[in-house]
């Protein structure tokens, strides 16, 4: 197996998307299975019992998947280990996941935590680039496209722009009443969170 095909195997989320993914877990009201035998268990019911679904799912032989779930195998190499972990919270708790997200999406927005390099561009003159922490709302309109473009699968590429404008918009411009258009773009992110 050459490095890309192992690259392209390995389950890998960017910060945005990690960043969502734990402002999901947060809202778990039951916490999600840890091990692997019941992390195998519990995609088994959503597969139906279907070892092959899982294995395909998991990007792993039958033969393993039925190890894990009969307890033979305990600890997972890394690759699984995440497949596993991202797997099981896709599934876990969806109906409480839908109602927090429908309500960020419409009526709530939530909340951005995010250290990165902050550039702009805008007429006249405006702050140099640098490193900037900032906690900011964003609005239900943003996370409602951000939502939709997760759902649909977007990349990281595909997320930053439209983070970058929520929080532009809601940070920088104040939802309009200064600093008419300007653009903030970051990129360099040490940190980032989302809270719902």
């Not at 019941?38 to 899982?54: H, P």
């Not at 996941?97 to 250290?115: E, F, I, L, P």
């Amino acid at each position: 197996m050459t490095i890309n095909n192992a690259q392209q195997l390995a389950p890998c989320r960017g910060k945005v998307l990690e960043a969502l993914a734990r402002a999901e877990r947060q809202v778990f009201t039951r916490p999600a299975p840890k091990s692997a035998k019941a992390q195998v268990k519990f995609l088994l019911t959503q597969a139906k019992g279907s070892t092959r679904a899982l294995a395909e799912r998991l990007g792993v032989s039958r033969r393993t998947a039925e190890r894990y779930r009969a307890g033979t195998l305990t600890t997972p190499q890394k690759r699984l280990r995440a497949a596993l972990v991202e797997e099981t919270e896709s599934e876990w708790q969806p109906q409480v996941r839908a109602q927090v997200r429908a309500a960020a999406a419409t009526s709530r927005g939530m909340m951005v935590d995010v250290t990165a390099f902050f550039g702009f561009t805008c007429t006249g003159s405006s702050d140099d680039g640098r490193e900037r922490q900032i906690t900011t709302d964003i609005s239900p309109t943003y996370v409602k496209r951000i939502l939709q473009l997760q759902e649909a699968g977007a990349t990281e590429e595909e997320l930053y722009p439209i983070v970058a404008e929520a929080i532009t918009e809601s940070y920088f411009t104040e939802w309009g009443t200064r600093s008419d258009g300007l653009r903030a773009d970051f990129t360099s992110v040490s940190s980032f969170s989302f809270r719902f």
